[in-house]
Each structure stands twice: as structure tokens, then as C-alpha cells.
């Protein structure tokens, strides 16, 4: 159904708390200490940052979702959009988003609102405080942005029927195993995950009348030997490996179910949403840092007798897609907003994802040019932006397939 203009338009409170100005001033602390210089250094050498990921920890960061029964803060993407906008803008581009949105942002959300208690009571308190890193299994070679054909199979099988070795049998007979068979591309964290949030077909798709029917989503725990994973080289953020993960007759419990089985997709959509404010979140906070690195440049740099940032051809290209960050981003507070509500926000969250990381992109494009050729160079950076804010229009979901989603809501007929 299309919607109407005048629908959606809740109040917003421009209020800052104690909480978001708090958040604020610790993001930016940490971004200082975790600055270019850092990511420069950890992307030449291809190194996780260990370092940064339990300065989040430790700030409490990682467990801004996680509720305080489960000794999280029991906050809101909200929070977390400013956290990662702020970290990302005050010097850690993409890693600012990148070290939190798998973890502590779909994991958390995705186990807080859909997992049974004891599911719960086993990871959220180790994701609060960065014990445990999760990697999120969705994309597969052939199915790609069309997630509906994701092919891996998760099949029914008693451990008891399955066990050669019959103490063996006994000792797991309790409880029903899923055995997962299939392949993933392109799971970030692979290499190091302690788990995957898998996502497998139950039901083949040619056995369903929908095709969000016949999806389940799993926890796996990813030291099982019948996993193997092998990283991808790729164009830029390599403090993380993103990575080609392989499932042979791997057995998981039948509790590591997370949600219903067959009923998965609705599990998945809670957790795609947040990942959609943490992308607009990361193209308005690189777009904001390489505009501000170049505003200092374009001061500084004098040619032809005056400061490059005097002539409009420089300072004007960068302050409009400032402009439009500034608005995107009222978009993502508002799509958050909606989201901790408990409210539908596909609209917003593709709205917001889309427009600051349009925004994004043409602030760091202006910013390259305005340093000339230095734009070229690693040391100033501003290159590195470039090659990171890339991958905000690739994914999580690309820019056409956002637009194909907001084009479906305003009336077009639906394009996928
Ligand atoms: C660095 C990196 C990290 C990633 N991390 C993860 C991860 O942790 N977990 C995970 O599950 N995935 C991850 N991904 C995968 C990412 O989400 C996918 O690359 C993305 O979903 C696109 O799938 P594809 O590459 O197969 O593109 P394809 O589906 O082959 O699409 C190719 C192009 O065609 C366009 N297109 C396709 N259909 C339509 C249509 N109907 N209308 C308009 N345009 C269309 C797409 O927008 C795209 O531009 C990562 C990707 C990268 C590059």
C-alpha cells in the first residue's frame, strides 16, 4: 500500500539529554585517541584493531542495545546512530560504524528481540561488554541483494539417529540437531567471530507460497571444524576481514534457533533496519570528517595569492553536501526514533540510508578535489575516505535497491 505525505510525521524532540550529550563527548574522546592516523596504520597492515574494539567495550559501547538485565545500558538506536555518526566524523571514518553495527547493533537486537531466555542470558552480557564478537550470515554467491533465494539448508536430523557411537547418542539425546550444508559470501568478522547469525532455508523456496516463508535463523558457533572460512582481498577496510564461509554437515542444537523455525525473515527484518541506521550514520559521519579535513585544508592552502577555500568552485560543492548530511541525518534520528518505538520504519530507515549516503559521498568526492593531487596521497587520508564510504552504496543494502523500496512506497509498482 502506498502511503500519504502527511503520515508520517511523529513529533521529534530536539532535547539533548544527559545520555546523548554524554555519548557525544565519550565518542569523540575516543575518536581522538583512535584517530586517521590509527586506521592508516591498521589498514596498511591489514590488523584488527583490538585496541579499539575494547576502548568500546570499556566506554560501554558495545552494549548500548543490550538491556540492564543483561547489564547493557538499555538504550536505542538513537543512541547508537549518534555514537556511530560521532565516532565516525570526529576521526575514525568507517571503522566508527564498522566495530559496532554486527555486533553490538544486529546481534543485540536481533537475540534481545527474538531470543529465547536462556539465548538471552548466554550472549547479551558478553556482547555489552565486547567478550564475544558476532559475524551475520545473509549474502550468498548466487542469491546476492535477492536474499528470499538464499540456498543453505538447515535440516531436521535426531542426534540420536545420527550418532554412530550410541554413549555418544545418549549423552545428546535430549535435544534435536540441524544439520547446515551451503555457502556465504562476503561475512565480515568470519575469521574471528566466536558466532554467526546464520540465515538458511528451512523450506526451499520452491516449497513455500511466500518467499519469506521457510527461513531460519541460527546461532552457530564458529570453531565447529566442518566451517571453513577464507577472507576475500578487498578495496578498503582491512582491519576487518570480510570473507567466503563454507558449512559441511555442520550439527548445531536445536536451541540455537533463534526465533520460530520457517518464520526467520521477520527475525531478520528486526535486525536489517538498525544496520540501515548504522550505514546512514557512517556516510553523514565520513562525510562530515573529510568535509572538515578539507574546510582546514582549503585555509590553509594558498595559491594564486589567497587561501583555495576563497573560491566558491572549492567551498561551495563541499557546503551543500554538508547541507544534505545535515538533513539526512535528522532523517536517520528520525527513523531511529521511530524503530525504539516499536513502530514500522522501512520507509525511514531506506530513507535515511540512501540520502546520507548520497550526501556522503559527494562530500568526500568535493573533499578529494580540494586537495588536489595530496587527495591522492595516503597521508592526508581524505583517499582512504574515498575507498571506505564506497561500500556505503554497496551494502547493506545498495543504493538501487533502496530507492526501489522508497519508489514501492510512494506508488511505483514494485521493481524486485
Ligand atoms: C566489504 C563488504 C562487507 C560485507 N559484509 C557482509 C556481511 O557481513 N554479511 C553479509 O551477509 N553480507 C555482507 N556483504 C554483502 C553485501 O551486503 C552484498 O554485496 C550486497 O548485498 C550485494 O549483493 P551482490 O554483491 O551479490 O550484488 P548483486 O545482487 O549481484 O547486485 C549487483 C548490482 O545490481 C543491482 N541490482 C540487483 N537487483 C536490482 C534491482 N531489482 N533493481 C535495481 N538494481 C538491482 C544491485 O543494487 C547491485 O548494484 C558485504 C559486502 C562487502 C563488499
Given amino acids: 500500500m502506498s502511503r500519504t505525505r502527511d503520515d508520517t510525521n511523529p513529533p521529534m524532540n530536539f532535547e539533548d539529554t544527559h545520555e546523548r550529550s554524554m555519548i557525544r563527548q565519550t565518542a569523540a574522546e575516543i575518536a581522538e585517541q583512535y584517530g586517521p ?54 576521526g575514525c571514518g568507517m571503522a566508527g560504524t564498522w566495530y559496532l553495527v554486527l555486533t553490538a547493533g544486529m546481534a543485540a537486537v536481533g537475540i534481545r528481540e527474538n531470543g529465547t531466555e536462556e539465548q538471552k542470558e548466554l550472549y547479551l552480557p558478553d556482547i555489552a561488554t565486547g567478550a564475544r564478537n558476532f559475524s551475520i550470515g545473509i549474502t550468498e554467491p548466487e542469491a546476492g541483494t535477492n536474499t528470499l533465494n538464499v540456498a543453505t539448508r538447515a535440516e531436521k536430523d535426531s542426534a540420536e539417529q545420527s550418532s554412530a557411537d550410541p554413549a555418544e547418542a545418549t549423552a545428546s ?25 546464520l540465515v538458511t532455508r528451512t523450506t526451499p523456496r520452491e516449497e513455500v507460497d511466500r518467499g519469506t516463508d521457510g527461513i531460519s535463523l541460527f546461532v552457530v558457533d564458529m570453531d565447529d571444524p566442518n566451517i571453513d572460512v577464507s577472507p576475500i582481498s578487498k578495496h578498503a577496510m582491512n582491519y576487518s576481514k570480510s570473507c567466503e564461509v563454507f558449512f559441511e554437515d ?167
Fill in 250 to 416: 555442520v550439527r548445531v542444537p536445536e536451541e540455537n534457533l533463534l526465533g520460530e523455525e520457517d518464520d526467520g525473515w521477520w527475525v531478520l527484518v528486526d535486525m536489517l533496519n538498525p544496520e540501515r541506521i548504522g550505514f546512514a550514520a557512517a556516510g553523514t559521519g565520513i562525510g562530515k570528517l573529510a568535509s572538515n579535513a578539507a574546510i582546514q585544508y582549503a585555509n590553509d592552502r594558498e595559491i594564486f595569492g589567497a587561501p583555495i577555500g576563497t573560491h566558491q568552485a572549492v567551498s561551495f560543492p563541499i557546503t551543500e553536501a554538508y547541507a544534505k548530511m545535515e538533513t539526512a541525518a535528522l532523517m536517520r534520528e528520525k527513523a531511529a526514533w521511530l524503530y525504539d518505538q516499536g513502530e514500522d520504519c522501512g520507509y525511514e530507515t531506506n530513507v535515511a540510508k540512501a540520502t546520507a549516503v548520497d550526501a556522503g559521498i559527494e562530500a568526500v568526492k568535493h573533499s578529494m578535489q580540494a586537495f588536489g593531487g595530496w587527495g591522492y596521497a595516503t597521508e592526508y587520508d581524505v583517499e582512504r575516505w574515498w575507498r571506505e564510504i564506497n561500500l556505503t552504496r554497496l551494502a547493506p543494502v545498495s543504493q538501487q535497491m533502496a530507492y526501489n523500496h522508497i519508489g514501492q512506497q510512494l506508488g511505483f509498482p514494485k521493481s524486485y
Fill in 37 to 90: 592516523e590509527h586506521w592508516r596504520e591498521k589498514e596498511e597492515n591489514g590488523e584488527f584493531s583490538t585496541e579499539f574494539w575494547n576502548e568500546l567495550g570499556d566506554a560501554g559501547f558495545h552494549g548500548l542495545l543490550v538491556p540492564e538485565e543483561y547489564d547493557g545500558a538499555g538504550m536505542g538506536m538513537q543512541e547508537m546512530g549518534l555514537a556511530m555518526e560521532t565516532l565516525c566524523a570526529e
Fill in 173 to 197: 539425546a535430549d535435544g534435536d540437531e540441524y544439520v547446515l550444508n551451503g555457502k556465504k559470501a562476503w561475512i565480515t568478522f568470519a575469521d574471528r567471530a566466536d558466532n554467526m547469525i
